[in-house]
Each structure stands twice: as C-alpha cells, then as structure tokens.
C-alpha cells in the first residue's frame, strides 16, 4: 500500500466549477497535511496546510481533513483556466523525530474555458 | 528575499559517472531536503540535513550521499550513475522555527539530470 494516494487523473472541469481533489494516507500517526501545486515544467509551490480535523479555508481554496477516515482533500471554487496544473497531497512521516514529507504522485486538473 | 538556488539546471552524463548537485536554501532556513522526481513516480524522499547533520534519508542506495555546509547549503552526490537516475532533482528548505508540525517546504527549481 502507498503511504499516500491520489487519484492520477485528469480531473477535467469547467471554469467557475468547484474542483474536488482527494487524498488517502496510511499512517495513522500522521500529523500535517500538504498541498502543493505543480505547473508542468515547474517546481511545486505550497498552496496551504491542515493540521486539524475540518475545514481550513483560504480564498478559493479549501482543505479538508479527516483523520479518523485518513483522507484530506481539496476544493477549488470558481475554477480559472489558469487552475490547471498537478496537485500534490504530502503528510509527513511517521518516526522518531522525523519530519520528512511524504509526496502523493499527483492529481493533474484541467479546467477548460 | 532570494529563493532556493540550484545548480546546475541541466546534467548531461553517462553511466558510471557521477553528478554533483548543489543547493542554496533561503537566507535563514537550516533545513535542506533532497527529492527525486522520476517520470510518473512523483516527488520521492531523498535526504534531509538539518544543522549540519542528516536527519533522515529515503529508500535509495548508498550511492547517493550529500553533505550540508556550515553556510547551510547543500550538495548531492550521485555516484555510479544508472540510466534510472534520470529525473529532476528538487531542492528544498524550510525555516528552523517551524517544528515538527509545520514543515512548510520550499522548493527550488530543480536540477534536470540525464544518464546516458
């Protein structure tokens, strides 16, 4: 089993849309929740974080996290053409003291005009 | 503010070389990490330095090894070099205040290394 899941994709949608991305994780210790956006071509850029069980919200972007159920996900509103790129889930480690950052392998969006 | 700084961008070398990579972390940030990017693999956990010392490496052979400067900037060493190798090398750092719970990485561009 991954240690973090995602739906590769491509997740299609139309602009003004809300785009839904998820993510599984295995480790149950697992504490901060990640999502980074990658332009093709380009390196990733942290898009926000969660660390607590809800909703965080940050302009049209918005994560979810569940613990109980391991998944994090995250929504879109108001898709721009410009929203398309890989979305990366990342959750750090389980460990003794270790805080390296576990990658998904992405969910690529396209949102078409 | 100066971002993460890596180089080179593009290393061309065959197999059995060995490629060098070297990295600079913003101003401040004590902390590099290491990640491979194959083609459709996504971003694998390579090393992690902080202070000065690794922390934490990934599933990768011995052949890959790095060191952190006392400037705090890094470099990775990839020696006997494997068509496999092939892949994009990100850099990335983050700030010593943000403990455990926060490790807000920031990545640089990346250093595209092609074995022949």
């Known amino acids: 089993q991954k240690e973090v899941e995602q739906n590769s994709g491509p997740l299609s949608v139309p602009e003004g849309a809300i785009a839904s991305l998820n993510c599984t994780y295995s480790?149950?210790?697992?504490?901060?929740f990640f999502w980074y956006r990658q332009y093709s071509g380009k390196s990733p850029e942290l898009i926000m974080f969660i660390y607590s069980n809800g909703d965080k919200e940050d302009g049209r972007f918005t994560a979810q996290l569940n613990k109980a159920s391991q998944y994090v996900s995250l929504l879109i509103r108001d898709s721009q053409p410009s929203d398309s790129a890989t979305y990366l889930c990342a959750v750090t480690g389980m460990g003794m003291g270790t805080d390296k950052l576990i990658f998904g392998t992405g969910t690529r969006l396209q949102v078409f005009p | 503010e100066a971002g993460v700084t890596q180089s080179p961008t593009h290393l061309i070398k065959t197999r059995g070389q060995q490629a060098t990579l070297r990295c600079s972390p913003i101003?401040?940030?004590?902390?590099v990490y290491w990640y491979q990017q194959a083609l459709g693999l996504g971003l694998q956990f390579l090393l992690w330095y902080d202070e000065g010392e690794e922390r934490n490496r990934g599933n990768f052979p011995p052949r890959f090894s790095g060191r952190q400067f006392p400037n705090y900037s890094s470099e990775l060493n990839v020696n006997a070099l494997e068509l496999e190798d092939s892949a994009l090398y990100l850099c990335?750092?983050?700030?010593?205040?943000?403990?455990?719970?926060?490790?807000?990485?920031?990545f640089g561009a990346g250093s595209r290394l092609t074995v022949l």
């Open positions: 990335a750092s983050s700030s010593p205040g943000q403990g455990s719970g926060a490790n807000v990485l920031t």
């Open positions: 480790d149950r210790g697992s504490q901060s």
């Open positions: 101003s401040g940030h004590t902390s």
